[in-house]
């Protein structure tokens, strides 16, 4: 294991490998310390040839980047970055009337999870939601185009959203839960040492439009002053499920990295989310911040509690919806609980306690395996085989089990502290297996030195066969949390936006259509983008004037991009094929100021400029 790992490392740092037809000739800058068959046979297996495609999307977080970046696998090539909670100059979100507006002020955000939208457990390639765990938002992008399209929020109760964005099996619900317990409702004061009575939790469902994707603030759980972390829905025999970690369940403040682990276990949060939609619907729930809030107290049989080992992070919950899976990080096992027993326990009310009126379910009821899977288990996936993959943090290894017969066949290190780790489909009912991509939080010595600030690192991992093996090392920026890996052939992104489906009557598709307009205070300005000019190329106002810019981009031919920069006013947009954007400013310095294509687009491209001539009052 160890020897394939170093010959592992030697390809991932950028050994030159040329592939000859007929066979393999390895031709290199220094000479590899160990077997060339291996090292080609890697090379082979993340090889993706010029003009090809990769077989995967991966999708994974930016974290405090705002950002979801999207890589092809086995490649691991970067493929794009996704704007989503933060203005990114280079597609010109954050800087057109409409993505300015979502952002909301704001000018970051901490995405960890990203979710694909599902239909009956499987994705089905039509969104990807993101939460934003530092604002408590939830975002929505639209995979049609690979753009964001919606940010709700900040949602009211919820404070650090990081128990999100996981779906149900047919996307009724993207799930919620604080990070942060504060006192309700958000404003009020309270001292720090009423923490464990005044202080509340929530978790949550966002409903989600079947037809749009658009999301509302749905219903809300009152809970204990624990921190919530991540989540997962329930399939099959758990469908109607939600599952959520949580640590702190000593309601501890202060150093919480010794307060909150004096206790041998934390819990499962298990929420029966037909009933909580049951229960708002019939009145069981009290208005805070204009949201319906169910109290468990109220409304028995919504919510239950399951005893877990110490600081849990994650919970997942098996492809066959049979078993839910958590992780304790100061603990060495990885638990499995049955549904089976779950509902067993819950019918005959083999309780072991509670928790602020929630039923503390009786550990050795409902526990089907205690999996000794290694140092620091955070987060298990799954394979097509019958195996799944939890990742170790302490000890810095992936380990395979088995479900069903619970024994650890094989362990594989990872080079640096793993986080969370992505299979192909491995959150579906019908994981694809092959391969699996481990999200790394740290990435030192591994790559050329670029200062103090160290890039953060994937890598690609072999689940084919019996063991797993090293395939790739790949770096990416700040900072990867969570990912999912989908079918290429799932996606089927527009190249063009079709003419026919532009809405707006300001968007206008020939010159003699364009021009300025002076209505009094504002300014109204239909301009269209073609190879390469602006029309109209030039704009007269008076300094003050409020100036509203319909672009339009007549193109109807792929990768025909066109920006807008408009000098020292801090613009920059970029308009796809058939797409319009909306520019709003003040134009409230006088002068003579340029605007440009900001984005290649033919020959001429430098030629394609404008002037906007700004008279002093």
């Known amino acids: 294991m160890k020897g394939n790992h170093t010959k592992l490392t030697w390809f991932g740092l950028g050994v030159l490998c040329v592939l000859v037809?007929?066979?393999?000739?390895?031709?290199?800058?220094?000479?590899?310390?160990?077997?060339?068959?291996?090292?080609?046979?890697?090379?082979?297996?993340?090889?993706?040839?010029?003009?090809?495609?990769?077989?995967?999307?991966?999708?994974?977080?930016?974290?405090?980047?705002?950002?979801?970046?999207?890589?092809?696998?086995?490649?691991?090539?970067?493929?794009?970055?996704?704007?989503?909670?933060?203005?990114?100059?280079?597609?010109?979100?954050?800087?057109?009337?409409?993505?300015?507006?979502?952002?909301?002020?704001?000018?970051?955000?901490?995405?960890?999870?990203?979710?694909?939208?599902?239909?009956?457990?499987?994705?089905?390639?039509?969104?990807?939601?993101?939460?934003?765990?530092?604002?408590?938002?939830?975002?929505?992008?639209?995979?049609?185009?690979?753009?964001?399209?919606?940010?709700?929020?900040?949602?009211?109760?919820?404070?650090?959203?990081?128990?999100?964005?996981?779906?149900?099996?047919?996307t009724e619900y993207v799930l919620a839960a604080s990070r942060f317990s504060v006192p309700l409702p958000k404003g009020t004061y309270e001292p720090i040492e009423n923490y464990a009575t005044k202080y509340k939790g929530i978790v949550a469902g966002v409903p989600i439009n079947p037809q749009t994707g658009e999301m509302s603030v749905g219903w809300q759980i009152l809970m204990p002053p624990f921190d919530f972390d991540l989540g997962d829905a329930g399939k099959g025999p758990s469908e109607g499920w939600a599952f959520w970690t949580c640590y702190n369940s000593e309601r501890a403040t202060g150093k919480l990295e010794v307060t909150s682990t004096q206790k041998?276990?934390?819990?499962?949060?298990?929420?029966?989310?037909?009933?909580?939609?049951?229960?708002?619907?019939?009145?069981?729930?009290?208005?805070?911040?204009?949201?319906?809030?169910?109290?468990?107290?109220?409304?028995?049989?919504?919510?239950?509690?399951?005893?877990?080992?110490?600081?849990?992070?994650?919970?997942?919950?098996?492809?066959?919806?049979?078993?839910?899976?958590?992780?304790?990080?100061?603990?060495?096992?990885?638990?499995?609980f049955a549904i089976e027993k779950v509902l067993a326990a819950i019918q005959n009310k083999d309780f072991s306690g509670d928790e602020d009126g929630i039923p503390v379910l009786n550990y050795d009821k409902v526990?089907?395996?205690?999996?000794?899977?290694?140092?620091?288990?955070?987060?298990?996936?799954?394979?097509?085989?019958?195996?799944?993959?939890?990742?170790?943090?302490?000890?810095?290894?992936?380990?395979?089990?088995?479900?069903?017969?619970?024994?650890?066949?094989?362990?594989?290190?990872?080079?640096?502290?793993?986080?969370?780790?992505?299979?192909?489909?491995?959150?579906?009912?019908?994981?694809?297996?092959?391969?699996?991509?481990?999200?790394?939080?740290?990435?030192?010595?591994?790559?050329?030195?670029?200062?103090?600030?160290?890039?953060?690192?994937?890598?690609?991992i072999s689940i084919s066969g019996e063991k797993m093996k090293l395939l790739y090392d790949a770096f990416t920026e700040p900072e990867p949390h969570y990912a999912q890996m989908i079918k290429a052939d799932k996606l089927k992104p527009v190249e063009v936006y079709p003419k026919e489906e532009m809405k707006n009557t300001n968007a206008v598709w020939d010159v003699k259509d364009t021009g300025v307009m002076n209505q009094g205070n504002d300014v109204l300005v239909k301009m269209i983008a073609v190879r390469s000019s602006f029309e109209p190329n030039k704009i007269e106002v008076t300094q003050g004037q409020h100036v509203t810019i319909y672009l339009t981009n007549i193109e109807q031919t792929t990768d025909e991009l066109h920006g807008f920069g408009l000098g020292e006013y801090n613009i920059n947009v970029v308009v796809d094929p058939g797409e319009m954007k909306v520019i709003d400013f003040v134009a409230d310095k006088p002068g003579v100021f340029p605007y440009y294509c900001t984005n290649f687009c033919s020959a001429l491209h430098q030629e394609m400029q404008g002037y906007l001539l700004v008279k002093p009052k």
């Open 367 to 460: 526990k089907e395996a205690e999996v000794n899977v290694g140092l620091g288990p955070l987060h298990t996936q799954f394979d097509a085989d019958g195996y799944a993959y939890t990742s170790l943090f302490v000890e810095s290894a992936v380990a395979k089990w088995k479900l069903g017969s619970w024994e650890v066949v094989d362990k594989i290190p990872i080079s640096y502290n793993i986080g969370h780790l992505s299979t192909a489909e491995g959150d579906t009912m019908h994981p694809a297996g092959k391969y699996l991509v481990a999200l790394n939080k740290l990435s030192h010595g591994r790559h050329m030195n670029v200062g103090p600030s160290q890039p953060e690192s994937s890598q690609l």
């Open 264 to 336: 041998d276990r934390d819990y499962v949060v298990a929420v029966n989310w037909k009933a909580a939609e049951q229960a708002a619907k019939e009145g069981k729930a009290t208005t805070i911040s204009g949201v319906q809030v169910i109290d468990p107290k109220t409304a028995p049989g919504v919510v239950y509690l399951i005893p877990a080992a110490k600081s849990p992070h994650g919970v997942d919950v098996s492809p066959d919806g049979k078993y839910i899976i958590a992780s304790g990080k100061l603990q060495s096992i990885t638990t499995v």
């Open 21 to 170: 037809l007929g066979g393999i000739l390895v031709n290199c800058s220094r000479k590899p310390k160990v077997e060339r068959g291996d090292t080609a046979e890697a090379a082979i297996a993340t090889y993706v040839a010029p003009g090809d495609t990769d077989e995967y999307y991966l999708f994974y977080s930016g974290g405090h980047s705002g950002n979801v970046y999207v890589a092809g696998v086995p490649s691991m090539r970067h493929i794009a970055t996704i704007p989503v909670f933060a203005p990114y100059p280079a597609t010109g979100y954050g800087f057109d009337k409409d993505t300015k507006h979502m952002l909301g002020g704001f000018n970051w955000g901490d995405v960890h999870h990203p979710a694909l939208s599902e239909t009956k457990g499987d994705y089905d390639g039509r969104w990807l939601f993101v939460n934003d765990n530092a604002n408590n938002r939830m975002a929505r992008i639209d995979l049609r185009d690979f753009k964001t399209k919606q940010i709700l929020g900040p949602i009211p109760n919820i404070s650090g959203y990081h128990g999100g964005s996981f779906v149900t099996p047919n």
